[in-house]
């Protein structure tokens, strides 16, 4: 239950309509987004959203607006990514701090510390100065990082698909054997590591060996792994080819069949990690969902539209399950 009502937040999906009581399945489409909750418009698409959920949002900040770091990319002709850099947004400012950053991560601590994977290495986030510093000797092409908690290692995914443990006391890294074409890296709040190979296969790493997560399709066009919310544990929920699933230490993924993103409607990147503020990108263009905003003053836009007043209560119910 608890799970499901983690996707019901993140997507703004209640039960109850203005023309029926209940839905079955929600389609979710590009009207979707209200312009109201826009929050960044770009040139080029975003494909990577991060939001820390260590000190950098949940220490002294007055503002009380969100930092999150996202990932901007063009494509060539032939299909190739062009990297357009990684940003930080912070007082509704968007910074670039790197031409070839790639990833971020925060373990979800009392720690003000993001770090970021870029194509020559690891640098370190600095809030004070919203500026950026090489980390260690490491100069592997990254193209993905975990943080894990109460750890002083750090996972670096690289541009060749393989998986390393770097030691933060002595800046080595030992390659992880078991685990083999991997495309993109996930921790849950567990520590425990899941990885999507070139296949769009998913698997679960727990230190001792790797299991392949069973339900899932054999075949996807697309695919990603997504940062779960704080609010839940052990699953990691999975986005392939409109649909949602939760994968979970267990080796099985459920089907989440109550929604499903039509193509106009698909986000190029998406992130629900705080549990309650989520933040989707499409069309080259950022939102900010706040759910307890949209409790408390109502849905604008079209999302006002299909859902009822009457249905607070129902929301302010699935955040007692969360929080």
């Known amino acids: 239950m608890q799970l499901h009502s983690a996707f019901a937040l993140s997507l703004l999906l209640i039960a109850k309509t203005e023309d029926s009581d209940e839905i079955d399945r929600l389609i979710i489409t590009n009207d979707i987004y209200p312009e109201q909750y826009s929050i ?27 930092i999150f770091f996202f ?6 002709d032939f299909g190739r990514i062009i990297e357009k ?7 509704g400012i968007a910074v670039k701090l790197l031409d070839n950053g790639r ?21 370190l986030y600095n809030d004070e100065r919203v500026s950026v510093h090489k980390y260690g000797n490491i100069s592997d092409s ?3 990082i975990a943080k894990p908690t109460h750890s002083d290692i750090i996972y670096i995914l690289t ?9 933060g006391l002595d800046d080595k890294k030992e390659k992880v054997n078991d685990i083999i074409n991997a495309e993109q890296i996930i921790l849950d709040y567990e520590n425990n590591l899941y990885y999507l190979d070139s296949d769009t296969q998913v698997y679960f790493y727990d230190f001792l060996s790797v299991t ?3 339900g899932l399709p054999d075949y996807a066009f697309s695919a990603r792994l997504l940062k779960p919310p704080i609010t839940t544990q052990d699953f990691v929920p999975f986005f392939v080819d409109g649909q949602l699933y939760c994968i979970n230490t267990k080796g099985y993924a459920e ?9 106009n409607g698909t986000p190029s990147a998406y992130a629900m990690e705080d549990g309650v503020v989520h933040y989707y990108a499409i069309n080259k263009r950022i939102y900010e969902f706040d759910i307890y905003d949209i409790l408390h003053n109502g849905a604008k836009g079209l999302l006002g539209k299909l859902v009822k007043k009457t249905v607070a209560d129902e929301i302010l119910t699935l955040i007692g399950l969360l929080v």
């Open 40 to 66: 960044y418009s770009s040139k080029y698409e975003i494909v990577n959203i991060i939001v820390p959920l260590n000190q950098l949002n949940y220490g002294d900040n007055p503002g009380n607006k969100y």
């Open 71 to 76: 990932v901007e990319a063009d494509q060539d």
């Open 85 to 91: 850099g990684l940003y930080v947004f912070k007082d």
């Open 103 to 123: 990833d971020v991560a925060a373990a979800a601590d009392e720690s003000n510390v993001a770090f970021i994977a870029a194509g020559d290495g690891i640098y």
């Open 142 to 144: 990254i193209i993905g």
């Open 159 to 167: 541009e060749d698909k393989e998986v390393y443990i770097v030691n």
């Open 212 to 214: 392949k997560i069973e």
């Open 255 to 263: 089907l989440f069949d109550k929604v499903e993103f039509a193509g």
